[in-house]
């Protein structure tokens, strides 16, 4: 964990946000990569995840790519501390219609790909909050109303961090969690 961070638990999982660089987190199993349809080094997110990754990671997702908004594919962690990385394409605001379910499927089919390997942990950045230009606000409301209906099905996951960028990004996405979740405890 990095800075500090709001943690709630429900049903046994606990759901936290912190500032930090998503390709930093080394206790935890696996990060999202906020990708591009092809996989590739970008900018933001999918820059960090994959200078961090090295040409390993690049290999293994020249073969996934293309991928679809709202789809998650899983590779090896390379060069990171993370066992995995797994890849979501996010919708890009105004143009990938319906935004809000395109996102709201980022995050289920990683949560998916996370349960399907048998993860106890995973580390979401703010999906098409960047370059792709969804509002900060809006996009957290998504991400925590996603993982709220979840939460009763996952069996492997117990531990859902976010990691911001900012300490303001950081703070909207504590309030969106304290709104959707409930209190810390």
């Keep these: 964990m ?3 961070s709001l943690r709630i638990e429900r049903n046994g ?15 935890i199993d696996a990060v999202v990569n906020a990708a591009n349809a092809q996989l590739q080094i970008g900018g933001g997110v999918a820059g960090a995840i ?10 293994e997702c020249r073969p996934l790519a293309p991928i679809k908004p709202g789809e998650a594919v899983i590779t090896g962690g390379a060069e990171l501390p993370n066992s995995y990385v797994i890849h979501c ?17 980022c995050y289920r089919n990683a ?17 098409s909050t960047g370059a792709f230009g969804y509002p900060m606000r809006e996009a957290a409301q998504i991400a925590f109303a ?12 117990t531990h859902i961090r976010f990691v911001l960028y900012s300490r303001r ?12 979740l409930g209190d810390a405890g």
């Design 50 to 59: 994959h200078r961090a990754g090295g040409p390993a990671l690049d290999a």
């Design 146 to 157: 996603t993982i709220a209906e979840a939460l009763p099905d996952l069996s492997s996951v």
């Design 169 to 180: 990004d950081r703070d909207l996405h504590e309030e969106v969690m304290r709104d959707v």
């Design 13 to 27: 999982i606990v759901v936290e946000c912190t500032t930090g660089d998503i390709a930093g987190q080394q206790d």
């Design 2 to 4: 990095t800075g500090d």
């Design 111 to 127: 949560l998916k790909r996370a349960e399907e390997t048998g993860l106890q942990s995973i580390a979401f950045p703010a999906i």
């Design 89 to 105: 394409l996010g919708p890009v605001y105004g143009r990938d219609t319906p935004e809000a379910e395109l996102l709201a499927a």
